[in-house]
């Protein structure tokens, strides 16, 4: 399904790098969504936009921004990224109401 | 604090046999239910979901799952098990009082791995 899609599927980068996820979706959807996955810990909220002037916190955060340049583009930044962020990123988008659609994934290292 | 449990980390099932996979809330209210499947290498896919009404909810791939209330649970059930359903498997929870459905919280997963 290549509805949502991310750019890199993989990074690696060193501990204090300024790093940018991207993220495109084809779907439509008004409300853009950035989660990370951890082993044993599931999905937790990063951020959400529900459109290019409403940007919200989700549940960690810290040590992220995001900017929302277009209904169809949200992009994850780490300003100076540490090792502790290394995880599997995902980006998913929905409508009002419905259910989140996933992009594949970009799976980040930092060393 | 709002939370969702799935006890079993790993479950090995034999191809052919049925398939129970554990979910347990905590929120304030009977919150919306989800659960998704994790492929290698893939982003998440929904299978079913459970907004009201019928507690026994059909779902895709031949999955289905049943809300309790009484338990706070929302297991996810498949009578046969096929070796293409190897992967990750998530329940989420979303708060019903807002159309933000897309803001969930997600238990730990747990890993199926299907024998031959």
């Known amino acids: 399904d290549a509805d949502v899609t991310q750019t890199p599927r993989n990074r690696i980068t060193k501990t204090g790098k300024r790093i940018m996820l991207e993220c495109s979706q084809t779907?439509?959807?008004?409300?853009m969504y950035w989660y990370r996955q951890d082993p044993g810990l599931g999905l937790r909220l990063i951020y959400y936009?529900?459109?290019?002037?409403?940007?919200n916190k989700g549940e960690i955060s810290d040590g992220y921004s995001v900017s929302r340049q277009a209904q169809a583009k949200f992009s994850l930044s780490l300003e100076s990224a540490i090792p502790n962020q290394t995880a599997l990123y995902f980006c998913?988008?929905?409508?009002?109401?419905?259910?989140?659609?996933f992009g594949n994934g970009t799976r980040l290292t930092v060393t | 604090a709002q939370s969702v449990t799935q006890p079993d980390i790993h479950i090995t099932v034999s191809e052919g046999a049925s398939l129970e996979l554990r979910c347990n809330y905590s929120?304030?209210?009977?919150?919306?239910l989800f659960w998704y499947v994790q492929s290698p290498g893939q982003g998440l896919q929904l299978l079913l979901k459970?907004?009201?009404?019928?507690?026994l909810v059909q779902g895709i791939k031949g999955f289905e799952a049943e809300f309790k209330r009484s338990q706070s649970s929302f297991n996810l059930r498949k009578p046969s098990v096929h070796w293409s359903d190897a992967a990750e498997y998530f329940c989420?929870?979303?708060?019903?009082?807002?159309?933000?459905?897309?803001?969930?919280?997600f238990g730990q997963g747990t890993t199926l791995q299907v024998k031959p």
């Open positions: 779907k439509g959807h008004d409300r």
């Open positions: 998913a988008t929905s409508d009002p109401g419905t259910e989140l659609h």
């Open positions: 929120y304030g209210a009977t919150p919306y």
């Open positions: 989420a929870v979303g708060d019903p009082f807002s159309s933000n459905t897309g803001k969930l919280i």
């Open positions: 936009s529900f459109d290019v002037k409403d940007i």
């Open positions: 459970y907004f009201s009404g019928d507690t």
